[in-house]
Nanobody
Framework: QVQLVESGGGLVQAGDSLRLSCAAS????????MGWFRQAPGKEREFVAV????????YYADSVKGRFTISRDNAKNTLYLQMNSLKPEDTAVYYC??????????????????WGQGTQVTVSS
């Protein structure tokens, strides 16, 4: 069983930056891809970004493209999300996810079996 632990959230002002981390531990980590999702109050969890672990290829939601960057450190089994030019609408609990069932539906919440506990990001205007 893989455990995922997010960190790095906080309260910032619009235009600021934050970097989230997600550390994977447990059995030998070998997820095909890992992703970041977020859930704002009263809304469904939504896709933010995903990275294929070995290839390093990335894919982003349109709402964060050009502002957020997903990356990973293979040696540390750690996933990152660099968030720049933050907006109030980015306020949410951010979750990392691993172990997708399908290689094709990497932006789908239902596709992931392993989730972290989440870290709160609050952006004030």
């Amino acid at each position: 069983q893989v455990q995922l632990v997010e960190s790095g959230g906080g309260l910032v002002q619009a235009g600021d930056s934050l970097r989230l981390s997600c550390a994977a531990s447990g059995r030998t980590f070998s997820s095909y891809a890992m992703g970041w999702f977020r859930q704002a109050p009263g809304k469904e969890r939504e896709f933010v970004a995903v990275i294929r672990w070995s290839a390093g290829s990335t894919y982003y939601a349109d709402s964060v493209k050009g502002r957020f960057t997903i990356s990973r450190d293979n040696a540390k089994n750690t996933l990152y999300l660099q968030m720049n030019s933050l907006k109030p609408e980015d306020t949410a609990v951010y979750y990392c996810a691993a172990d997708p069932r399908s290689y094709l539906r990497l932006a789908e919440v239902w596709n992931y079996d392993t989730w972290g506990q989440g870290t709160q990001v609050t952006v004030s205007s």
